[in-house]
């Protein structure tokens, strides 16, 4: 019995059929670039933050990431209405909790505080989980920016960090066992939730990064890289 071989013809009719797919599929991954054409209408120069909704079941999760937007926002070319003013306004109209302040109409808002658009955030985990080889402290929060003399959702986007990122996995098990006693004690002792919030705040709403927000006028990068017509 003889047995064929494939000829050279048809070999890289092959490789030539698995490239494209190759490029078929490597076409179909690439994100799609966000749309700012909204964002670039509107162009707000002050932006109000509401207190977040909180969706974990830690309660300290929603003014531990409020006390740290403004950085990154301030940061990125915007002011900022104080957050403790804006709570405490909320609270002396009688609106004491997240889900009723954002269910204020946006053309209130901007009637009580002037701003060009709010943001709404929902942090969806806060906390720190236990396990036998890993402990972690998790922040993931979402956020959408509305601007208040139209009630149009400009941008919106979602951002995570957790404090077991850059943790080495070497020395074995004995290793990863050591490494794990000793995460959680300092879980269990030390607020990590806190700082990785901060984290998560500014990859959340620092400007500059991939899908995130656009420079404020406040920024030196105002108009400079093309995200607003001039």
Known sequence: MRFRTPSIRSAQAGLAAA????????????????????FKQSRPASILVLPPLN????????????????????ESGY??????????????NGLYNPPEM????????????????????NIKQYGTSYAVLASESRVTAEARLVDLR?????WQGEATASSAEGRSSSG???????QAVVAQIV???TNRSHPIAGITSNRLLAAGRPSGMLYGPRSPNYQKDGSVPR
């Open 19 to 38: 490239f494209a797919a190759a490029l078929i599929a490597t076409g179909c991954a690439t994100p799609t670039p966000y749309d700012y054409s909204a």
């Open 55 to 74: 969706s974990s079941p830690d309660v300290a999760a929603t003014y531990s990431m409020l006390s740290q937007v403004t950085l990154p926002l301030a």
């Open 79 to 92: 002011y900022v209405l104080p957050v403790s003013l804006v709570d405490e306004t909320f609270r002396q």
């Open 102 to 121: 954002h269910e204020v109409a946006p053309q209130k808002l901007r009637e009580i505080f002037g701003a060009d658009a709010a943001l709404y955030i």
């Open 150 to 154: 139209s009630g149009q959702s400009l």
């Open 172 to 178: 074995g098990l004995v290793g990863l066992l050591v």
């Open 187 to 189: 879980e269990s002792v």
